[in-house]
């Protein structure tokens, strides 16, 4: 089992980065026959895995819209797994809240004029949608509220397509970076080591980010690229975006096993299905399952990898 190290971060970072994520429980993410990356879809007419970006653009199509003077909510494609919002107030302090059929409620920061995308990561089921405009202090009062139930075809939909968490195009470095590292990839476990073992080298902790980054950051994949460092957000982000753009439906999580905060990515894999924490970052290292392992072992084993699959318990998805 391959190691990278990066430097043990404080609990007080741990909260934030569990302030930026919010989302809903892995028993409630519907399960698919089929993924988006099947062999069919993945392997060229020479037999060989293709490694071309495959990078899904959410559209804000006016086809099923709702809003207001201040916001707006474009709900056309929610059978693919995500809404499109954008808040057109004067007001500099706005969140917006996403509670899921398993009523577990993402809190998040509204950044631009422009249409930003979210998940449906809790699955088919009632929304409730909030939009709360900054009155003083800690003090907010709402501006927006709408109750939303989306019948989602698209299963794997929220884990390909860009978010507001994990944002690329086509025109991304880090997308022609993955595509790079996947030129000589077999299969999909290839891509994973390959991606993994390209950040964990590449990419080294930043003590100052850790320790002035303010809540509501966004990470910036290119940005963590250029750089060379960043936090666990974007390392995350970044692996995410790399994986999602060669067409694997991947997963960031962040949950407890008994005690412990962790955080990890969870893949669907052909075959295999989807494989739970094959990327695992302890508050320590990020570390990456073995993919024999994570090819044959059971769902039971594989939580184990994580901690006591009793206790084994995701918080929040991206």
Known sequence: MKRASIVFFTAALLCLILTLCSCGSPENVPAAESPLSSAEASEDKTGKRDHTPHCLVPE????????????????????????????????????????????????????????????????????????????????YATVFSLDLEPDITNTFGPYLYPNQYVKFTKDSEAVKLAASLAESADDDLD???????????????????????????????????????????????????????????????????????????????????????????????????????????SEKDLKNFIGDGSNYKTKYIY
């Open 60 to 139: 804000a199509s006016g086809v099923k819209t709702f809003g207001n003077n201040v916001t707006q909510v474009d709900a056309s494609h929610l059978s693919e797994g995500y809404l499109m919002l954008c808040y057109r107030g004067t007001n500099t302090k706005v969140k917006f809240q996403l509670t899921g059929p398993d009523q577990i409620t993402y809190t998040y920061d509204l950044n631009s004029e422009d249409f930003e995308t979210f998940p449906l990561s809790s699955g088919s089921g009632t929304y409730h949608l909030a939009v709360y405009e900054n009155i003083t202090g800690k003090q």
């Open 191 to 297: 891509v994973i080591s390959a991606v993994y073992t390209y950040v964990t080298t590449h990419i080294t902790y930043d003590y100052e980010k850790a320790q002035t980054v303010q809540s509501g950051y966004l990470p910036d994949i290119d940005g963590t690229l250029a750089s060379g460092k960043g936090i666990c957000l974007d390392f995350a982000s970044l692996m995410v975006s790399m994986l999602r753009s060669q067409n694997i439906p991947t997963r960031m999580e962040v949950g407890y096993a008994g005690q412990a905060y962790h955080a990890w990515l969870s893949a669907y894999i052909d075959k295999a299905g989807w494989v739970n924490g094959i990327l695992e970052f302890d508050g320590s290292d990020w570390t990456l399952m073995d993919p024999t392992f994570a090819a044959t072992s």
